[in-house]
């Protein structure tokens, strides 16, 4: 049995709304959010089917330029935002604030239809703090939940910290934010908790149909456990694979102990049932003839004030082979030269090791970001390789 599919502009996530709702009942076909309107990839149209259960298909080239399309059956999305619910508190009203074409937009959707309320719609352009908090205050449940990536969330604390009141009692009008897509900093998630807000840190993929830990505890039923370094989730909430792309399929996807597992591809540890994320292990250099997790070495460099939104990415090097490159925005105000650069260079040898330490630090006029919010770092490495505006 099949179904077809449907693209639907992500630009206007209530039209998604309503094709999600009739997909997960099975009175509609499966939808395919799309960036922006067009036709399906590789020129194909909306007569194009997939298996029955499929309600979902989240396309997306990703932070690193490696192009996917997953699908996701009903009873994935769905166990995925009883999940969600249980972890939380309860169902309640959402306010969305990312693109409904990227999994964690879709799934506060899939969430307000399954809670049966009315999701709050912040729309295109910038984020801004003062919108998002007019938005908030349209929210009427008892319970209220939004979901965001840190730059946003920044954005809000940032405003609070000014003075702006009105941000500041719509942060604390949340019982939930799920804060994910990128790692969150203690020191932001110190701010924003200092601010009022109630954060909880998400971990998942489109795979994984969104969050499937929340604060480092895998929810409701999912599992997570770690092969040679590697994290593995198993449970309810697993795509069915990738469509049009058997072998990566099998490669991502595979049984094991009576479970069926999805290869995450990140490097972590699961310590009595707490799940820690070191990074992404594809996002391992050789400098010098030694490992150098980037992840690891962006995490120290966003702990220095000034650089909470700065990126490390990798630069080839005619001695070292490749080593790290610091792509910091100009807005920051940390570009004072080679001071700036001694004190991140001694900071991260202090606690990774002197190979991890960067080479350079890169300023530029605005850090470049997907429609996500996540940093689009391969336009960042590029940047790391000569077109910053200024260098340390």
């Not at 059956?73 to 306010?95: E, F, I, N, P, T």
């Not at 899939?110 to 703090?129: C, K, N």
């Not at 198993?234 to 996807?253: K, N, Q, S, V």
Request: glycine residues 14%; hydrophobic residues 45%.
């Amino acid at each position: 049995m099949t179904r077809e599919v449907r693209a639907v502009d992500a630009g206007q996530p209530e039209t998604v709304f309503v094709a999600l709702r009739d997909a997960l009942a099975g009175a509609g076909p499966a939808v395919v959010p799309k960036e922006a309107g067009g036709r399906l990839p590789d020129g194909s149209t909306d007569r194009e089917t997939v298996a029955q259960n499929v309600a979902l298909v989240i396309e997306t080239s990703g932070s690193t330029g490696v192009p996917k399309r997953v699908a996701l059956s009903a009873d994935a999305l769905l166990a995925s935002a009883a999940a969600s619910a249980g972890a939380m508190g309860g169902q309640g009203q959402w306010v969305l604030a990312l693109p409904a074409h990227y999994v964690a937009g879709a799934q506060v959707l899939v969430r307000s239809l399954a809670a049966e309320t009315e999701p709050l719609y912040y729309g295109g352009g910038h984020f801004d703090a003062a919108r998002f908090a007019a938005l908030a205050g349209g929210l009427t449940h008892d319970l209220r939940y939004t979901s965001l990536v840190p730059v946003q969330l920044a954005r809000l604390v940032d405003a609070v910290e000014n003075g702006d009141r009105e941000v500041a009692k719509a942060l604390r009008r949340f019982d939930g934010i799920l804060v994910g897509g990128q790692a969150l900093t203690p020191a932001l998630r110190e701010r924003a908790e200092d601010a009022g807000a109630r954060i909880l840190s998400t971990y998942g993929s489109s795979e994984t149909a969104g969050g499937c830990v929340y604060d480092g505890a895998p929810i409701g039923t999912t599992a997570v456990r770690a092969v040679d370094g590697l994290l593995e989730v198993a449970g309810p909430t697993l795509a069915e694979g990738y469509l049009g792309d058997e072998g990566r399929t099998h490669a991502a996807f595979h049984e094991a102990d009576g479970h069926r597992w999805y290869r995450t591809g990140d490097l972590g540890s699961v310590d009595e049932g707490r799940v820690s994320v070191f990074g992404r292990a594809d996002n391992v250099i050789i400098s010098g003839g030694e490992k150098v997790l980037l992840d690891a070495i962006e995490q120290a460099v966003r702990s220095i004030p000034g650089l909470e939104g700065a990126v490390v990415v990798a630069s080839d090097d005619e001695e070292w082979g490749q080593v790290p490159v610091v792509v910091a925005p100009r807005g920051t105000g940390r570009t004072d030269g080679g001071g700036l650069l001694r004190e991140v260079r001694a900071l991260v040898a202090e606690r990774i090791g002197r190979a991890g330490a960067p080479a350079r630090v890169v300023v530029v006029a605005e850090l470049p970001v997907l429609s996500s919010g996540k940093p689009d770092r391969v336009a960042a490495a590029r940047l790391a390789d000569g077109s910053g505006e200024s260098e340390a």
